[in-house]
Structure formats: structure tokens, C-alpha cells
């Protein structure tokens, strides 16, 4: 399956802005999806899961609360909402496919949010 | 701790061996895996489980780990392997993926 994300752009502190992560076939239903953030220059953080079903979340501790991640089943499209951006969270957004539990593989081409007054 | 700690570079001459670390707290008994990324790319695995390689890796690649330090060993290095790579673990305490901080490969 492809992942294709969406939504980056250049906004101000303390503004929100909804990622989206598109799936190309059917059976990205199946499929738990994770975000991971890669901030300019630096290394690889996961920041959000969301199970196959929408029932399961789960979010790194330095953005809960900010953070909601979702999935319309309907759309084949994971959603991640950043609230009360701060100038930290400027960084390329990718989704990525849960690969066996542990691991991710089918990594998108990522979307660049950066915030900035 | 919860840290995975990498160095920051790794250079070889082509056709060395590379050897690139990632060092945790008993992170032998955890599950392993190397991410490569080349620039203007997303990341994609090289190694699953300490050592098994997905298909289109070539032999060249391969992981250990014991104890503290897991590491990802590329042999007969060639100029295409320059890149990034990612070491990441499962914690199965709380179901959350932890990255290292990579470490750049240059091939000389």
C-alpha cells in the first residue's frame, strides 16, 4: 500500500493544521498506522498509532494532549491534528505502516509543517 | 533510560566494513531495527529483528545485538550505501517505538 501525506505549511505559534495520510488500496482498513516526525537536521521521533479499527491511540508523552490522531475508514485517510503549535513541532511529518507490531514499513514522502511567527 | 545512542558518523573507505552502534539499557533483549535514509527520502528498514533482512537487501547487510549495544554491520561497503541509518526498539512497557539519533554514513 502507498501512504501519500498532506497538510504541511508554514503557520504561526499557538495555530492548529490537520495532517493527512492517504491510503492507495482497500486494505489500508487493516492496517495500524503511526506518525513520525523528523525535525530539521535531526533524528526520527514517532509521535502517534492509531489501530486499524480507530479504537486504539497512543501518543508520545511530549504531545499528549495536543496531538489527536484519527482514520475516516471511508476516505482510506489517517488524520493528525496538532493544536497549539509551538516552534519544537517544525519537522517533516510521516505516516507509515505498522509493519508486524514492532516495526514500520511503507513510510510516505512526508509533509513539512513548519511554525513560525 | 529510554535513550538509543548512535554516533553521529561512520566513515569507510569503499569496499571496508561499516560498523554503526546503538547503545541502551539491556537492549539486548529487546527487539532491533535499522532504518536507511538517503537524503530527500523517507526512511525504510534494512534490518528486522536484529537480523533478518527485508527482499532487495543484499547479504552485505546484517545486525547483531547483546546485551547494550545493538549494531548494524555493512560489509564490502559501496558508494550507494551512503545515507542515514535509524536504529529503533519496541517497548513493549508501554507499546511506544524509540529511535536513535541516527548516524551518517560517508563512504570516502
Known amino acids: 500500500v502507498q501512504l501519500v501525506e498532506s497538510g504541511g505549511a508554514v503557520v504561526q505559534p499557538g495555530r492548529s493544521l490537520r495532517l493527512s495520510c492517504a491510503g492507495s488500496r482497500i486494505t489500508f482498513r487493516m492496517f495500524d498506522i503511526l506518525w513520525v516526525r523528523q525535525s530539521p537536521g535531526k533524528g526520527l521521533e514517532w509521535v502517534a498509532f492509531?489501530?486499524?479499527?480507530?479504537?486504539?491511540?497512543d501518543y508520545t508523552d511530549s504531545v499528549k494532549g495536543r496531538f489527536i490522531i484519527s482514520r475516516d475508514t471511508s476516505k482510506r485517510t489517517v488524520y493528525l491534528q496538532i493544536n497549539s503549535l509551538r516552534v519544537e513541532d517544525t519537522a517533516v511529518y510521516y505516516c507509515?505502516?505498522?509493519?508486524?507490531?514492532?516495526?514500520?514499513?511503507?513510510w510516505g514522502q512526508g509533509t513539512l509543517v513548519t511554525v513560525s511567527s | 533510560s529510554d535513550v538509543l545512542t548512535q554516533p553521529p558518523s561512520v566513515s569507510v573507505a569503499p569496499g571496508e566494513t561499516a560498523r554503526i552502534s546503538c547503545g541502551g539499557d539491556n537492549i539486548g533483549s529487546k527487539s532491533v531495527f535499522w532504518y536507511q535514509q538517503k537524503p530527500g527520502q523517507a526512511p525504510s528498514v534494512v534490518i528486522f529483528y536484529e537480523s533478518d533482512r527485508p527482499s532487495g537487501i543484499p547479504e552485505r547487510f546484517s545486525g547483531s545485538n547483546s546485551e547494550n549495544t545493538a549494531t548494524l554491520t555493512i560489509s564490502r561497503v559501496e558508494a550507494g550505501d551512503e545515507a542515514d541509518y535509524f536504529c529503533?526498539?519496541?517497548?513493549?512497557?508501554?507499546?511506544?517505538?524509540?529511535f536513535g539519533g541516527g548516524t551518517k554514513l560517508t563512504v570516502l
Open positions: 529503533q526498539v519496541f517497548d513493549s512497557r508501554n507499546d511506544h517505538r524509540l
Open positions: 492509531i489501530s486499524h479499527d480507530g479504537i486504539r491511540k
Open positions: 507509515a505502516r505498522d509493519r508486524d507490531g514492532a516495526s514500520l514499513d511503507n
